[in-house]
């Protein structure tokens, strides 16, 4: 099965900073790589669909990147609303797997 | 308005038996592949189950093959998960999700949206 690893785990960032989370695969996905948020108590939302489409409603300050097995998602500049957990998620494969998250907290 | 609405959960022991539902309203359920992802208190996201659209392929992960059985009823906007011999680490919440699909000259994606409001189950004696 494919595996999944996003780093960094958490972080601390200021309102207004640029902000990378970085996800892994242990084999090639292509572009089948989606990135979700989640706040506390909600069920996650999608951001990204195929490595770098933004959603529907998704504010264009976030983007993403990336292809084959190293994908990026970027926050151009946080706002309060984007403290939340990220995932990524391969569906590259028949069984889907997600990353283990990352936590973007208020510094 | 495109919804998911879960339910079925509650408390059972080591090895009991569950059986979550999952109603969707606002688009045509037998378009869709319908997906089945749960979190347990505190951790990440896991996959769990996957069925397309008429129910004759279905995919589990490893961790549930053999225990769990996800089926649909498009007549009734309903998709299910039946959850046997349960163990603790089967604790989480379990959400539903619309499967959603593109494909451009080049490539094909999937993703999942939206998702239910989920609904918890707790394995514990």
């Known amino acids: 099965d494919i595996q999944m690893t996003q780093s960094p785990s958490s972080l601390s960032a200021s309102v207004g900073d640029r902000v990378t989370i970085t996800c892994r695969a242990s084999?090639?996905?292509?572009?089948?790589l989606n990135w979700y948020q989640q706040k506390p108590g909600k069920a996650p939302k999608i951001l990204i669909y195929?490595?770098?489409s933004l959603a529907t409603g998704v504010p264009s300050r976030f983007s993403g990147s990336g292809s084959g097995t190293d994908f990026t998602l970027t926050i151009s500049s946080l706002q309060p609303e984007d403290f939340a957990t990220y995932y990524c998620q391969q569906s590259y494969s028949s069984r889907w797997a997600f990353g283990q998250g990352t936590k973007v907290e208020i510094k | 308005e495109v919804q998911l609405v879960e339910s079925g959960g509650g408390l059972v022991q080591p090895g009991g038996s569950l059986r979550l539902s999952c109603v969707a309203s606002?688009?045509?359920?037998?378009?869709?592949?319908m997906h089945w992802v749960r979190q347990a208190p505190g951790k990440g996201l896991m996959w769990v189950s996957r069925i397309n659209t008429d129910g004759s392929i279905t995919t589990y992960a490893d961790s549930v093959k053999g225990r769990f059985t996800i089926s649909r009823d498009n007549a009734k906007n309903t998709v299910y998960l039946q959850m046997n011999s349960l163990k603790d680490e089967d604790t989480a919440v379990y959400y539903c999700a619309r499967d959603r699909n593109f494909c451009s000259s080049v490539s094909c994606g999937r993703w999942v949206d939206p998702w239910g409001q989920g609904t918890l189950v707790t394995v514990s004696s």
């Open positions: 195929t490595a770098s």
């Open positions: 084999q090639t996905v292509s572009t089948n």
């Open positions: 606002g688009f045509t359920l037998n378009a869709n592949w």
